[in-house]
């Protein structure tokens, strides 16, 4: 296995890992540049996280928020290749992964971040998370296979297992995905199980901290929790989860919650790439970079995005910069930037991140928005939830696919998507990812 | 696990295992009626499988074809159940299932077909089949997958491989594939894979008999052959597979044509159910009914549709009726009929099938079709194919999403879900669907 990239004349090569928000913006950029730009993930879609849990909740399709590479880049001269990065050698300017080696002359690892279980793998083991659009569908599909099975079973302990959610951690995705659940319970479930107690079915959205939404004002946190408990879900602040067992959610303070449908949104981890020192490894995995988004001790190789954190690099953010897709995007685009502007010999210039404000949707008309000077909930921050959202979403077809189905969840108080499925998988595609698995330290 | 139904008062009780076309139509028809109906599915879903092959090349979302019947029976009184009917103990009118047992007075028996490897277990394990959402969704990943990976596999044999289609089984499914891949040959993957050389990407259509569409006229196969033909597929008549090995299918007459793609849509076999004399089950494995769809020998089990075969019943088919979801909802709307008419002391009324005609579709503005004394191709027919197909699909969001995406597709050439996925397993699955393959003969 080999790229297959013939090098061009004169064209320095931009090997880019990870297509999210900063990995794909800097494609974009470069993809006119001079530069012969290479772009690897492991999946052959970019996908748009902040509405993956529209996804988990049955309300829209992957599809309506996912785009083929080969589409986004079938109009630039930007390579794809579909692989996972293993490891690096600096000093031959070799990158390895699972499709075997690439050259590079920069280097920008952009591969964001996995789900921290904090080093329990007992949780890592049973717990559901939702980072993906494979785990959100994971996710769908178990929830709705409990709903079935609650209907069979044969205890009122198991019942209450199978109906009980318990969502640990209340960021951003936690918040929205408590509230998405709640609405099912509301709406839908009523009507798909009419023998069903809605009584047994029980939200919790378990919170280490003492607010939600830690990265917003205390208002929004403060509303967030009023929203979600005004539509019936447990919110419970301060609360630690030590494990799951027997179907058990095991609390610090004793506290046990029965519950099958055990959702991990607490936390995540940058994604880890093999020969980097361990000095420049930072807080929850992420790569050291200075102001320019290099890496420490590096002069070609770079990261963007979640997977990096800048110390001391942007005066601003001394201690490092949220994980949020606007940094993703502003680091992509100013590294494109000032790639060019080293080929040319100008000075690179520093990142700054400016804040475009942040929002969190809860349910039908509630959400929390907050911009530089202005704070809203309710129905405003939610239509602003959606107009930002939707304008965001690569594609017209997609555009419309959502606008089209979140218009149709409106009007109905219904979610289309309540079907439970696995794709087959094919034998050959079964080999080739043991085939894959296997390629590490050469090939 | 139990089905957890009581018993009403004076309500017989009709267990429908399958929600197919014929097992959907009775149960709609019987829902009102005076009976108890237990809908028993090993999906979550009612499929339209004339589309799949549509999910299979990536023209539609498994969503657009499918339905939950929580949501089809949510306004009647037809009790669903998720589970996979096991065996019959007619002596004591229960059925068993993976999720436990249910007593019935009446029993149809609805459960459709599988694909028929005719014993060949290396050709069961390496293929691939398309009768179900869940196999068409594993061959489009696994489609697209070897589309990637011949842009960086080593050898060009190895190209050729994964570029090369085969399809064995010149039915309608068969063709319809064919065809929709080749549109994806011209009009996708150019654009997808500038750097691929197209010429390497070869379509087979592999049928054992003279001609392809062997339930239609001498034109429409001729027909459609030549429309595949023009389309730059391979179609290869009178070719029986033998195997496949070292990724290459082995035809009788000694040729071999190596690919990692080989489609498998050449044949059908009954679902089988436990504890059914061996006497009572015909060619192809399916259960032999008498004119009332009556299993032989039983008064108060039935089985209508693909799964069935009426052998003298109907007059003008005497051996048997072809598998067609026509047949299927004739079947299922008269044994609702013949139920209640039985209950009243009536004489039931023995079946006929009402032949409505049959099609099959080609590609853009290709397809034929005929009806009792109509036959047409090409435009026309494409049309009335449309038509049909969208008439049959259940439900307005359906009708409506399927509509815009063909709409979309026409006016783009494209395909707009080229994403390989594969939804996360929980371990909470994996443990029921383990504790539910061991219920087999009590629980």
Redesign the interface.
């Known amino acids: 296995?080999?790229?297959?990239i013939a090098r061009e004349n004169g064209k320095k090569r931009v090997v880019i890992v990870g297509g999210g928000f900063g990995g794909l913006k800097m494609a974009n950029e470069l993809s006119k540049s001079g530069f012969q730009v290479v772009l690897v993930d492991k999946?052959?879609?970019h996908q748009f996280p902040p509405l993956i849990y529209q996804v988990a909740s049955a309300g829209l399709?992957?599809?309506s928020i996912?785009f083929?590479f080969?589409?986004i880049f079938?109009k630039t001269e930007v390579y794809f290749?579909?692989?996972e990065a293993r490891l690096i050698y600096p000093e031959r300017n070799i990158l390895q992964t699972s499709?075997?080696k690439v050259e590079y002359d920069y280097l920008v690892l952009a591969a964001g971040t996995t789900s921290n279980f904090f080093g329990n793998k007992h949780i890592e083991?049973?717990a559901?998370p939702m980072k993906?659009?494979?785990?959100a569908?994971?996710?769908?599909?178990?929830l709705?296979?409990?709903f079935?099975?609650s209907?069979?079973?044969?205890t009122e302990q198991e019942r209450c297992e199978l109906l009980n959610i318990v969502i640990v951690g209340g960021g951003a995705t936690g918040v929205e995905i408590a509230g998405a659940l709640a609405e099912m319970k509301r709406y839908v479930l009523p009507?798909?199980?009419?023998d069903m107690d809605n009584n047994l079915l029980q939200i919790y959205l378990l919170e280490a901290t003492d607010r939600l939404l830690s990265g917003m004002s205390k208002e929004s946190s403060e509303k967030s929790a009023e929203f979600l408990k005004s539509m019936g879900v447990k919110v419970c602040l301060g609360k630690k989860v030590l494990d799951y067992q027997d179907h058990k959610v095991i609390l610090e303070d004793g506290t046990e919650i029965p519950t099958?449908?055990f959702i991990w949104v607490s936390g995540v981890r940058a994604n880890a790439i093999g020969n980097l020192p361990e000095n420049v490894i930072g807080r929850g995995g992420r790569i050291k970079v200075d102001a320019f988004n290099r890496v420490e001790g590096f002069s070609n190789i770079f990261s963007i995005g979640d997977q990096c954190i800048m110390l001391g690099g942007d005066p601003e953010y001394p201690n490092g910069h949220p994980q949020l897709a606007q940094v993703a995007i502003q680091q992509g685009k100013l590294l494109a930037e000032n790639l060019l502007r080293q080929e040319k010999g100008d000075p690179m210039k520093p990142f700054h991140y400016k804040n475009l404000g942040s929002m969190a949707t809860v349910g039908r008309n509630k959400a929390v928005a907050e911009f530089s000077k202005v704070k809203t909930q309710g129905l405003i921050a939610w239509f602003l939830w959606l107009v930002v959202h939707l304008r965001s979403i690569l594609g017209i077809?997609n555009k419309?696919s959502v606008l089209?189905n979140w218009m149709?969840s409106y009007l109905t108080y219904?979610r289309?998507?309540?079907?439970?499925?696995?794709?087959?998988?094919?034998?050959?595609?079964v080999d080739?990812e043991k085939r894959e698995a296997e390629v590490h330290w050469g090939d």
């Open positions: 296995m080999s790229f297959n999946n052959n879609y399709e992957p599809s996912s083929p080969r589409k079938s290749r579909m692989g499709i075997g083991e049973e559901i993906t659009l494979s785990e569908m994971g996710l769908r599909n178990a709705l296979g409990n079935e099975r209907v069979t079973c044969a009507k798909d199980y009419p099958r449908t077809r419309v089209l149709w219904d289309s998507f309540r079907l439970i499925i696995y794709a087959r998988k094919a034998k050959e595609v080739r």
